[in-house]
């Protein structure tokens, strides 16, 4: 499998009477935007806005990023099942727009309908200040789409409504004309190896429970499947896509298309390890047992692709740390070496115990930090999204008032782990 990225970076967007990308500058025509999506606003009003890093501007209620990737062959789609029949991806040609986000907001009609597992959490991305190394996308130019659904649209409808229109506009904009720029390219494909190199797989646990906590793979719920082999280049293409609204610990779909632990294993393939492929798994089993199984069946899935190490990540916190521990374990039952990915839970000060599990085989882990640390966050002049912070489901906060909270308030906080804002420091 061979996949060809192409990539254009912008160091500007701005409204104008036709969409395209002329130079490094991104035209949006929201009247093509609208079009674009108008057989999904039935109830549904959306309003649409720009952001720009560095701008002091705070987006509230945040519930996914999108990419904008597109296949250059018409008879090709990214996001493959979700508002299109599925069909392999991975190969072909693939145009990007590497740091401009299709930003979907917006409060469910219903919230007081929800259980406690279904209600979103508050995700905020701040623009600039102290929040914005904390907040997935404050260095990306963005194309926010704000939904309000009237109380006649059902929180399952508005579920796929705003994921469609996120995976519809990101196709448009990738897709659009182009002048006066070319793109980086660069083939992504897993190389034979013909020197003796560690195989090395990568574990990806997902949060997948029930309706509006999921995750798709082609247009599947995770839930409903084993654990499966991933050829990262469907990754690229858009295979995996986010339906949770746990707005911080979440992997947001525009994360999974261009995910940094995938990267870097592509990156050092055929020089440092031998990278075999990836395995996707799920979180938030419903029993210890199932949890158990889990870890059972991707430990013998990386045996069976001949793994000789595995790097082990996850997605979300608390519950899913036992089914992220098991297959840890699991692992190295098997005799394959692995190490653990993960945050840590120490309380505002660090005295707290760290983490929900761990059994004595997860020997070899990398800390990303503590989020439950507290911060000051001051004012922003402009807040798009909503008129109030949800301050994960207990009060409502002014957004034009100084806040103090931990980091968790941030969208996509814990992918940020390790990359910005929080660190983990080693003391012997």
Not at 76 to 103: H, K, S, W
Request: proline content about 5%; glycine content about 8%.
């Amino acid at each position: 499998m061979e996949l060809e990225l192409l990539d254009f970076y912008v160091d500007a967007i701005d409204w104008a009477d036709r969409t395209s990308l002329e130079g490094a500058r991104l035209n949006v025509c929201r009247a093509e935007i609208e079009d674009q999506i108008k057989d999904l606003t039935r109830n549904i009003n959306v309003t649409a806005e720009l952001a720009r890093p560095g701008e002091s501007k705070r987006i509230i209620h945040v519930l996914d990023t999108f990419l904008p990737i597109a296949k250059t062959h018409h008879d090709q789609r990214t996001f493959p099942g979700i508002d299109m029949t599925a069909r392999l991806v991975g190969t072909g040609q693939t145009e990007r727009l590497r740091n401009v986000l299709v930003t979907v907001t917006g409060s469910f009609p219903h919230v007081e309908t929800m259980t406690p597992i279904e209600k979103p959490r508050e995700g905020i991305i701040d623009m600039t200040g102290v929040g914005a190394p904390y907040s997935h996308g404050s260095d990306y130019y963005h194309l926010v789409l704000t939904l309000e659904g009237e109380p006649s649209v059902s929180n399952l409808a508005f579920d796929q409504a705003l994921r469609t229109m996120g995976v519809r506009v990101a196709r448009y904009l990738a897709g659009v004309e182009k002048s006066e720029t070319a793109p980086e390219r660069r083939t992504i494909h897993l190389a034979q190896v013909q020197n003796k190199l560690p195989k090395v797989v990568l574990i990806y646990q997902v949060q997948s429970q029930i309706p509006l906590v999921r995750t798709f793979y082609y247009g599947e719920e995770i839930s409903k499947t084993l654990p499966a082999f991933i050829h990262p280049n469907e990754f690229f293409d858009g295979a995996v896509v986010s339906g949770s609204y746990k707005s911080e610990r979440k992997i947001p779909t525009s994360l999974h298309c261009a995910n940094p632990f995938v990267e870097e294993l592509l990156k050092r393939h055929a020089n440092e390890v031998d990278f075999l492929g990836v395995i996707l798994s799920r979180g938030y089993n419903d029993s210890f047992e199932q949890k158990k199984k889990r870890g059972l069946w991707s430990a013998r899935l990386a045996r069976c692709l001949g793994a000789e190490g595995v790097i082990a990540m996850m997605e979300g916190t608390g519950n899913t740390t036992v089914d992220f521990m098991q297959t840890v374990k699991a692992c190295e039952e098997e005799g394959i070496k692995t190490v653990a990915v993960l945050h840590e839970d120490n309380g505002a000060k660090g005295y707290e115990r760290p983490l929900v599990d761990h059994p004595r085989e997860a020997d070899a882990m990398i800390s990303r930090g503590n989020r439950s640390e507290k911060m000051l966050l001051a004012p922003l002049d402009r807040i798009i999204g909503g008129n109030e912070i949800d301050l994960h489901l207990k009060l409502k906060h002014d957004p034009h008032e100084p806040l103090f909270f931990d980091p968790t308030i941030f969208f996509g906080a814990h992918c940020q782990m390790g990359a910005s804002g929080f660190r983990a420091a080693f003391e012997s």
